[in-house]
């Protein structure tokens, strides 16, 4: 009964690869974020989509490319891998309308690690 | 535009010990605002919130915060502190609505340390 999930935990990889990391929530709310949060802890939004509709987007590398197939998925591909991509990146959902606003759940984080 | 300051990277306590971490915040609109805690490789969990009303909240395992707009702080504060409340915490402000789609911006953590 997982709320938010994500898909891999660890990621491994070449520079110049391009990989996928998936989320999931089953909370039924209606808006997804992804963050970025580097080696110093630091928490940065990336992206946000409410009701699969792209609505935040900070200055990040056009290689970073997220995906809503539905509510309830939010999916970051990422082209041509850099040693600067190295981080934990963060999913997580809230709901924009009602008593709960913007109560962001997190998904566990997938450590993302370039060689 | 929104930021968070959080004064002292680092808090250190003995178990029983009053926990204070603060949290000072700019936004050019009413805020809405956070505290996160996370542990030690996992993700951010919400300790509680302001919005509107009350400037005192109480949240999960004993914390509390008050809102104080005339010194744009929020501090996070707990009477005794216990060896399971060490992991790094986050505050974090939000718009209230408008344009800001649920953006929330984080303040830079305070990793609190609990001695026996």
């Known amino acids: 009964d997982t709320a938010v999930s994500q898909t891999p935990k660890y990621l491994v990889t070449q520079m110049g690869n391009d990989k996928s990391i998936k989320c999931e929530q089953n909370?039924?709310?209606?808006?997804m974020y992804w963050y970025k949060q580097d080696s110093k802890k630091f928490l940065k939004i990336m992206f946000s989509?409410?009701?699969?509709?792209?609505?935040i987007n900070e200055t990040v590398p056009n290689r970073f490319s997220p995906k809503s197939p539905d509510k309830a998925h939010l999916n970051l591909h990422i082209n041509s891998l850099e040693l600067g991509d190295s981080a934990v990146y963060f999913c997580?959902?809230?709901?924009?309308?009602?008593?709960?606003?913007?109560?962001?759940?997190f998904g566990p984080g997938t450590r993302l690690t370039v060689l | 535009a929104q930021s968070v300051t959080q004064l002292g990277s680092h808090v250190s306590v003995s178990e029983g010990a009053l926990v204070l971490l603060r949290c000072n915040y700019s936004s050019s609109v009413p805020p809405y605002l956070f505290w996160y805690v996370q542990y030690p490789n996992q993700g951010l969990q919400l300790l509680l919130k302001y919005t509107t009303g009350a400037t005192l909240v109480k949240g999960i395992n004993g914390f509390e915060a008050e809102f104080k707009k005339s010194e744009t702080s929020f501090h996070l504060t707990k009477p005794s502190a216990h060896m399971s409340d060490a992991a790094e915490y986050f505050c974090?402000?939000?718009?209230?609505?408008?344009?800001?789609?649920?953006?929330?911006?984080f303040g830079q953590g305070t990793i609190l340390t609990v001695h026996p």
């Open positions: 974090a402000v939000s718009a209230a609505g408008g344009t800001s789609y649920g953006k929330l911006t």
């Open positions: 989509y409410n009701n699969k509709e792209l609505i």
């Open positions: 997580a959902s809230s709901q924009l309308v009602g008593p709960a606003y913007n109560e962001q759940f």
């Open positions: 909370l039924g709310h209606d808006t």
